[in-house]
């Protein structure tokens, strides 16, 4: 059966009526696109306004890039040194060792051990925060900033209770870094590491908040009192004493243990804890810790 001139005619209508809207569907949709609309990449890679893409599609910038730009120039490396003395073995005391061999026994020695660890600069005329156990035994250290420069640091006061000491460098108008707060946090927020691991200068690992209120038995250091915050973001060797960053790059803590019987699980000090002791030590040279209901 052959079509007749009106069907035909109402076919090519039909034929001509969708491609025009295909065309100004297509022409609408890219002019949103290039108007700024947001790529489905976008939508699902990041939390809205964290992420900055280019017209290609390429990674500017994230939250913790920000967080470290922020705050990084006022994270320190410190290296300490302390002379420690070599006893004798207790068997080459006795007076019998003494009376066969007299000066052929071995003498003691000192011999020097070095430490490298990192830390954060309070305020901008030069006091600093980091770890009891990175100064241990120094009255004086080495303390570098991100732009290379150098100062010797004065050990103001140490706190082993809490692992936390404080140290003062001669300088002024420094880069400092903003408290924030560690009381509200919980598991899965954002939390960015920076130090100096295995002498790594300014390196920086990410994670979550793993779990907060761990106790010091809990984490293996029972001579301690502090309610750890946990958190999977890598803590290695030379990162004691650096800062624990929230998504805004405040610190909430100070890092400060690891387990080496375990991976992806680092300890920091609550930064309320590390702020409480460091006045202290910057005043009065020493902290005094009255019972504050904290479970160790």
């Known amino acids: 059966m052959t079509p007749s001139f009106k069907q035909l005619a109402i076919a090519a209508s039909l034929l001509t009526i969708g491609g025009g809207a295909a065309l100004l569907g297509t022409s609408f949709f890219n002019d949103r696109l290039n108007q700024g609309f947001p790529s489905a990449l976008q939508a699902i890679s990041a939390p809205p306004g964290k992420i900055t893409l280019s017209a290609d599609g390429a990674n500017n910038s994230n939250f913790i890039a920000t967080a470290v730009e922020k705050v990084g120039p006022a994270v320190v490396r410190i290296d300490s040194a302390r002379r420690v003395n070599s006893q004798v073995p207790e068997a080459f005391r ?108 300014n390196t920086v690992t990410a994670g979550i908040i793993s779990a907060t209120g761990r106790s010091s038995s809990q984490v293996g250091v029972p001579d301690k009192r502090v309610n750890f915050i946990q958190t999977d973001a890598a803590i290695n060797p030379g990162n004691s004493g650096g800062p624990l960053l929230n998504d805004r790059g405040d610190v909430i803590g100070i890092n400060t243990a690891i387990r080496a019987d375990a991976q992806g699980l680092g300890f920091a000090i609550p930064v309320e804890t590390a702020q409480r002791v460091a006045e202290q030590l910057f005043t009065k040279g020493r902290v005094e810790h009255p019972y504050l209901g904290i479970k160790w």
């Open 94 to 201: 006795n007076p019998l060792f003494k009376r066969f061999f007299g000066d052929q026994l071995p003498a003691p020695e000192d011999r020097v051990e070095r430490g490298t660890g990192s830390g954060f600069i309070l305020t901008n005329d030069g006091r600093l925060i980091t770890n009891a156990h990175v100064v241990a035994g120094s009255n004086t250290v080495e303390v570098r900033l991100k732009d290379g420069r150098t100062f010797e640091g004065r050990v103001v006061g140490v706190d082993p209770v809490t692992d936390v000491a404080a140290v003062k460098i001669d300088a002024n108008n420094l880069p400092t870094v903003v408290l924030g707060k560690s009381a509200t946090l919980i598991p899965g927020q954002w939390a960015i590491a920076i130090g100096n691991p295995l002498g790594l200068d």
